[in-house]
């Protein structure tokens, strides 16, 4: 079938074969020596498996993308202790923290998964839905039940919503992926503004309302969620999520993949018409809503030490750069657990992760521990707010490299620009899909291919600036034109950031940095 678009294609393989039924055809694979089959790379996607880029052709080995989902962003001692060991004895050590408070192993091969999947399952882990045209894993506040200030837990709705959608072959062939978020936060982590579907806990009067948000997204077609301007309460969060992702279900665009989020049924229906049919399918209209008061984009994490709900006990937030952890530092993570008999380790949608209910009486050992691994409590300026992809290490849309790049960019920056404390967000990404959100950062650094001092041609970085989240005054990052090999990034934001720092600085980093792109 030659002459099918890519639409057609995935949308038959979905008809043939529900993706929740490869596990039969991998385990055959797992037992041969054959190649896994591009109907079954496809299908594969609903267990969180990728195929990984290959960079040495004498190597003629098929290696896997792993994504475990973590629900709630949570894993236990005895399932960080399993994801350690899994990546040590199949995945060369590997471990990344995503946006989506998911962990990635790498170097996966199709041999391994039968006993992969097998010691997931005794430790209750699964990567089911961790990828594919299905409902991805819901994001919220890693500090969600234990933090002093929340304005409410929803725990037990983010498991609720959880259960109904994983697995149900009612909604498992949506036209597209479906990312949602619910969040009882006060600072407003989980970045709603650009999901498909989320629900922002505000205090009205004497309760707690959620603001329901639709149609958020990055790479093509961007869009900043818009707000239906209706509330609900907690126990309406599951019937609405159904009902919206049924309508993305039954009237999502299947001809076409690149209008095919819930972001272009929007645009082509327009919120009344989205907000009328789900009333019609609820069978209810939902009460208006005002606009919540939202965190500013620089106070928008969790990294450092926060009261803690439990008495004499605190919540810690460590930072990572990028996500890129590796065995060793889980080890590390899982040894201080033990010693400070700490239950739970959980992920954040920053790429980082919390500790709940440390003992005041630890912080100061802890912490300093936490140093020691590279994993800081109170990270220099340039480190505390960094999102990286995975890049052209692993990824096949991968231009340019990200993880090690962005580590030595942070610390070039910090050795020619060490007096600088201004709030900035970094997000570097390998191509131009955005999944480390440069669209959103004061700096964006997107893999493109120019040139470097010599004319030769190199992968190296598009400079994007002054993005931001706040709601409906969002504000995507402007693209400059300006392309640097990866040596020039540094030296050219050296001079962008002293300018800033001489300046009257009576705007933000990103209106700065703006006004520079407009000359």
């Given at each position: 079938m030659t002459d099918e678009t890519k639409a057609q294609r995935v949308e038959r393989l979905k008809q043939e074969k529900c993706g929740l039924d490869v596990l039969d055809d991998l385990a055959r694979y797992a037992n041969s020596e054959e190649p896994i089959d591009a109907d079954t790379i496809d299908r594969m996607k609903y267990y969180g498996l990728y195929t990984q880029k290959q960079h040495d052709v004498t190597d003629a080995t098929q290696y896997l993308l792993l994504r475990l989902k973590l629900v709630a962003g949570k894993l236990t001692r005895e399932q960080l202790q399993t994801v350690i060991d899994v990546s040590t004895d199949f995945g060369r050590g590997s471990a990344d923290f995503t946006t989506r408070q998911n962990i990635q192993i790498h170097w996966v091969e199709c041999r391994n998964l039968p006993e992969i999947f097998a010691r997931l399952e005794q430790v209750g882990l699964t990567s089911r839905m961790g990828s594919g045209d299905c409902m991805r894993n819901i994001i919220t506040c890693p500090l969600s039940g234990g933090v002093a200030d929340e304005l409410i837990d929803v725990t037990a709705v983010v498991h609720e919503v959880n259960r109904y959608f994983d697995g149900?072959?009612?909604?498992?062939?949506?036209?597209?992926?479906?990312?949602?978020?619910?969040?009882?936060?006060?600072?407003?982590?989980?970045?709603?503004?650009?999901?498909?579907?989320?629900?922002?806990?505000?205090?009205?009067?004497?309760?707690?309302?959620?603001?329901?948000?639709?149609?958020?997204?990055?790479?093509?077609?961007?869009?900043?969620?818009?707000?239906?301007?209706?509330?609900?309460?907690?126990?309406?969060?599951?019937?609405?999520?159904?009902?919206?992702?049924?309508?993305?279900?039954?009237?999502?665009?299947?001809?076409?993949?690149?209008?095919?989020?819930?972001?272009?049924?929007?645009?082509?229906?327009?919120?009344?018409?989205?907000r009328q049919s789900l009333a019609e399918r609820l069978g209810y209209a939902l009460a208006s809503g005002p606009e919540p008061v939202l965190t500013p984009s620089a106070h928008r994490h969790h990294v450092g030490v926060f009261p803690a709900r439990k008495p004499d006990c605190v919540c810690v937030g460590g930072k990572s750069i990028g996500g890129r952890v590796g065995v060793e530092r889980l080890r590390g993570l899982h040894r201080l657990m033990v010693k400070h008999e700490?239950?739970?380790?959980?992920?954040?949608?920053?790429?980082?992760?919390?500790?709940?209910?440390?003992?005041?009486?630890?912080?100061?050992?802890?912490?300093?521990a936490l140093d020691a691994l590279g994993l800081p409590v109170a990270p220099a300026p340039f480190r505390l707010r960094n999102l990286v992809c995975v890049g052209n290490e692993y990824c096949k849309f991968g231009v340019s490299e990200t993880k090690q790049f962005a580590r030595k960019l942070l610390a070039e920056l910090e050795q020619r620009c060490p007096d600088f404390d201004a709030p900035l967000s970094f997000g570097i990404s390998g191509c131009s899909h955005g999944c480390s959100h440069p669209h959103l950062a004061d700096i964006g650094l997107v893999g493109c291919m120019t040139t470097d001092a010599t004319g030769q041609r190199v992968a190296g970085y598009e400079l994007y600036v002054?993005?931001?989240?706040?709601?409906?005054?969002?504000?995507?990052?402007?693209?400059?034109?300006?392309?640097?090999?990866?040596?020039?990034?540094?030296?050219?934001?050296?001079?962008?950031?002293?300018?800033?720092?001489?300046?009257?600085?009576q705007q933000g980093v990103g209106d700065y940095l703006r006004q520079c792109a407009h000359g």
């Open positions: 149900n072959r009612e909604f498992i062939n949506l036209p597209r992926k479906f990312k949602i978020a619910i969040s009882g936060c006060a600072s407003h982590c989980v970045r709603h503004e650009i999901q498909d579907l989320s629900f922002v806990a505000q205090q009205q009067g004497d309760e707690v309302v959620f603001d329901v948000t639709v149609g958020g997204g990055l790479s093509g077609g961007k869009q900043i969620a818009k707000r239906l301007n209706v509330s609900c309460r907690k126990e309406q969060i599951l019937e609405i999520t159904k009902a919206v992702v049924g309508l993305f279900r039954d009237h999502g665009n299947r001809t076409n993949r690149a209008q095919a989020r819930t972001r272009h049924l929007l645009a082509d229906w327009g919120v009344e018409r989205f700490i239950p739970m380790l959980r992920l954040t949608p920053s790429q980082d992760f919390a500790l709940l209910d440390v003992p005041k009486t630890e912080i100061t050992e802890l912490s300093q002054g993005g931001f989240v706040h709601g409906v005054e969002s504000r995507f990052a402007e693209k400059t034109g300006v392309k640097l090999a990866p040596e020039q990034v540094a030296p050219y934001l050296e001079t962008l950031l002293k300018g800033y720092s001489g300046s009257a600085q």
